[in-house]
Structure formats: C-alpha cells, structure tokens
C-alpha cells in the first residue's frame, strides 16, 4: 500500500523567502510527527500532531516556524524567513498507535 | 531534559565481522526503539523493545534493553555489506514522540 509521501522532495530557496513543506501520511493514521535530521545526524523532534490538533509543539526552534494539519491527514510545515541554519532534511512521519512510518523527507537548501 | 548518546559514531566494518552499537541514557524510557536508514530515505523502523533485560533477535542482529531501561545495544553477527547504513536508536515518550541518537553509520572498509 501507499506509505508516507512528502512533497517536494528537494528544495532549494534563499535566504529571507517563506517555504512550504508537504506531508501525506498513510490512511487512517491518527498522530502525524515532524522531524528535522542535520547531515548525517539523529532526528529532531519537530511538532506532533493528534488528529488537527498539536498537543506538543515543543521542538519548533523559532515562531518562524509552524505546521497545521487539515482533515486529520495532509500536514503543511512552513517556515518564514528562511536562514541558512533552516538547511535540513525535514521528514514526516505517520503513526496509528506504537509504530511511526516515515516518508522520505525534503532536502531543504537555503542560500 | 531526556538525551540519548549512541557510540560509535562511525564504524568501518569488513564482511564476517561482528560489532556493537551502543545506547546510552540518563533518563529511563518506557521502550525504546531501533532504526535503519538509507541515503535519500525515511528510518525503518528494526525493533521495539519494552521489558529491562529483554533480548530481542532479528536474524543476525541482536537488541538488548538494559535492565534499568536507559541503555540497549545492537550487535550484528557476521556483518555483510547490506549492513551499511545509519542505525538509530530511539527512546518513546509518554505522547509517542521520538527522542534519538545522534546515530551511529556503519560503512565497508575500503
């Protein structure tokens, strides 16, 4: 079946512009997280999201950043401002109880 | 705050090898849980483990729970080439969010 799909794939922008970034989680699944993996790194606890709600939203570093998810599926990340620091693999991943299933992430590139 | 520290950072590994990943915490998780990823995708998720103590084996590999719950590690068998990646360990919390490692890459020696 369709797992976890993330739009664009590769993005690349300059410094100042707004982004946004695209999450599909797989059907049904309740809690949606967003992470953030530097080159070669471990992940970084974004945002959470149960349903259109966001119980934890402790992970976003600055209020540039923000998320919203519509109809307990699609999830937009959008960051404003972007600075070069914001260069990252963003990845999204969909749960429906325990396990979570990540998509394959966005390349973000700010220059 | 809850940190998970995960050593080696990088591993050169030749065929038929054995070798151990490890990772350490603090804090005690609930359960924690291990990962792969490839270059240019999502992790995969390989194990949860949940009881301190438990043992858990996927074919040449072999996870291990601390019995306090703020340590695992993973030790592979005979390693092969298809090993190569970025293994994660992951601690859950109580909302289902995930704290990791910095990962440890696992690469052939040349």
């Known amino acids: 079946g369709a797992g976890v799909s993330q739009s664009p794939s590769n993005k690349v922008t300059e410094k100042g512009k707004d982004v946004e970034l695209r999450c599909d989680p797989i059907?049904?699944?309740?809690?949606l997280y967003w992470y953030r993996q530097s080159l070669g790194q471990g992940l970084e606890f974004l945002i959470y999201f149960q349903g259109n709600s966001a119980p934890d939203k402790s992970g976003l570093p600055s209020d540039r950043f923000s998320a919203e998810r519509t109809g307990g599926s699609v999830s937009t990340l959008t960051i404003q401002r972007t600075q070069q620091e914001d260069s990252a693999v963003y990845l999204c991943a969909s749960s429906p109880r325990h396990e979570q299933f990540f998509g394959p992430g966005t390349r973000l590139t700010v220059l | 705050t809850q940190l998970l520290e995960q050593s080696p950072q990088f591993l050169s590994i030749q065929e038929g090898e054995n070798l151990t990943v490890y990772c350490n915490s603090s804090?005690?998780?609930?359960?924690l849980q291990w990962y792969r990823q490839e270059p240019g995708e999502g992790p995969v998720l390989l194990v949860t483990?949940?009881?301190?103590?438990e043992v858990k084996k996927l074919k040449r590999l072999t996870f291990q729970f601390g019995d306090a719950r703020k340590d695992s590690s993973l030790h592979i068998t005979a390693a092969q080439p298809g090993d190569t990646g970025l293994y994660l360990c992951a601690g859950v919390s109580n909302t289902g969010k995930l704290i990791f490692g910095q990962g440890t890459t696992l690469q052939e020696k040349p």
């Open positions: 804090s005690v998780f609930s359960s």
């Open positions: 059907s049904g699944h309740t809690a």
């Open positions: 483990v949940v009881t301190g103590g």
